[in-house]
Structure formats: C-alpha cells, structure tokens
Antibody, heavy 117, light 110 residues
Framework: QEQLVESGGGLVKPGGSLRLSCATSGFTFSDYNMIWIRQAPGKGLEWIAYISHSGGTISYADSVGGRFTISRDNAKNSHYLQMNSLRAEDTAVYFC??????????WGQGTLVTVSS | QSVVTQPSSASGTPGQRVTISCSGSNSNIGSNSVSWYQQLPGTAPKLLIYSNSQRPSGVPDRFSGSKSGPSAFLAISGLQSEDEADYYCASWDDSLIGYVFGTGTKVTVL
C-alpha cells in the first residue's frame, strides 16, 4: 500500500524554524517527483515546493522562496521541508504528496504548523 | 490571489448533474494538463481526475473531466450526499514555474 506520513509540525515563534519530514512506503521513491502543499485554516490549497525524482530540479512558490528548502534522501525514502524565518501567515496544515503526470497522488495526512508568539 | 479561479460554491439535489469550472490562462491550463481533487471535511485531498479527463482506479465514473482552451471542467453526474466536499483543480504554470491550484469550490447536496 502506497503511503506518505508527515511529521515535524508544531508551534513555533515568528522568525523561528521547523523541519518537516515525509516518510514514504509502498512504492519506488526514487522514481517519483515529490511536492509540498499547504492549507491555511479555512483557506484553499497552495502548492509551495517541488523536487524532481533525482533532486536535480527544485522549484518554490514565491511566498516561500528564499525561506524554505526542499530536499530528499532516496536511501531513506523520505523528503523534507526546512522552513526558516517563519511568519504568522505560514500557519497551515502542510501536506506532502507524490507528483507526476498522473497528478498528486497519494497524499499524506498532513501536519499542522502554527506560527505564533 | 490564485491565478486560477473557480466558483466558490455549487449545489444540486441528489441525482442531479453539477459542473464546476476552472478558469486559467494560456500559461497554465491552456498549455498543461489539469488534475482535480476532492477534499472531504477534515481529511487530506484525494485525486479524482488527472491528465484533464482520466480517472484513477477506484474513482466512480460519475466524475468526469474536460478541458477547453484555458478552462477546465469537472462534472459530477448522479449527485450523491457523499459528494458534499470541496473540489480543487490544479495545473502547472509555465510563467510561475510551479503548480497552481484553483480557488476551490464547495459542493452542497441539497
């Protein structure tokens, strides 16, 4: 069964940092691109980061570029989102998902990040 | 704020057909494929349609997708109470060099 599980969310003060992890199982991780998507409370979905299967191509939404870094470890079947200089507007549920020509599937269950003093 | 817009809400009675639009531009929907997602309350989104009109295995054939120029459409035929959810379209944007989601549509079954 293909599965993604996020971890690392929590409460952090403005200006602080967090590292989210997305552990995968049930498929050949190194064959797939991976993405991070977030959803602020009561709001819609926002794509924030993409990393290609090899890690050679990376892209960010303007809202997080320069503050967030996506990475992956194909040996550990995991990818990560390092979030620095966090702001109140980064408060959201963060989802990881497998990306590709067949859309974003599957998704993890999400992890909540709250940025507040 | 999103460059891809959807109606905020849509509704229908059980058994009816509901169509949701997703309006973008030549840099996203007009030149790239569209996928659609269903998000039930309190859960992660689920893929409904990919490559404009393809259904993953397990998705009922009541759900269908189409695309015309810079717009895409999701149709739900034979509406059921369990279809009450938020629906989002998504596409790659060549100008933004990233993915964009539509603003989302809340479907209510009356």
């Amino acid at each position: 069964q293909e599965q993604l599980v996020e971890s690392g969310g929590g409460l952090v003060k403005p200006g602080g940092s967090l590292r989210l992890s997305c552990a995968t199982s049930g498929f050949t991780f190194s064959d797939y691109n991976m993405i991070w998507i977030r959803q602020a409370p009561g709001k819609g979905l926002e794509w924030i980061a993409y990393i290609s299967h090899s890690g050679g191509t990376i892209s960010y939404a303007d809202s997080v570029g320069g503050r967030f870094t996506i990475s992956r470890d194909n040996a550990k079947n995991s990818h990560y989102l390092q979030m620095n200089s966090l702001r109140a507007e980064d408060t959201a549920v963060y989802f990881c998902a497998r990306g590709g020509i067949r859309g974003f599937d599957p998704w993890g269950q999400g992890t909540l990040v709250t940025v507040s003093s | 704020q999103s460059v891809v817009t959807q109606p905020s809400s849509a509704s229908g009675t059980p058994g009816q057909r509901v169509t949701i639009s997703c309006s973008g531009s030549n840099s996203n929907i007009g030149s790239n494929s569209v996928s659609w997602y269903q998000q039930l309350p309190g859960t992660a989104p689920k893929l409904l349609i990919y490559s404009n009109s393809q259904r993953p295995s397990g998705v009922p054939d009541r759900f269908s997708g189409s695309k015309s120029g810079p717009s895409a459409f999701l149709a739900i035929s034979g509406l059921q109470s369990e279809d009450e959810a938020d629906y989002y379209c998504a596409s790659w944007d060549d100008s933004l060099i990233g993915y964009v989601f539509g603003t989302g549509t809340k479907v209510t079954v009356l």
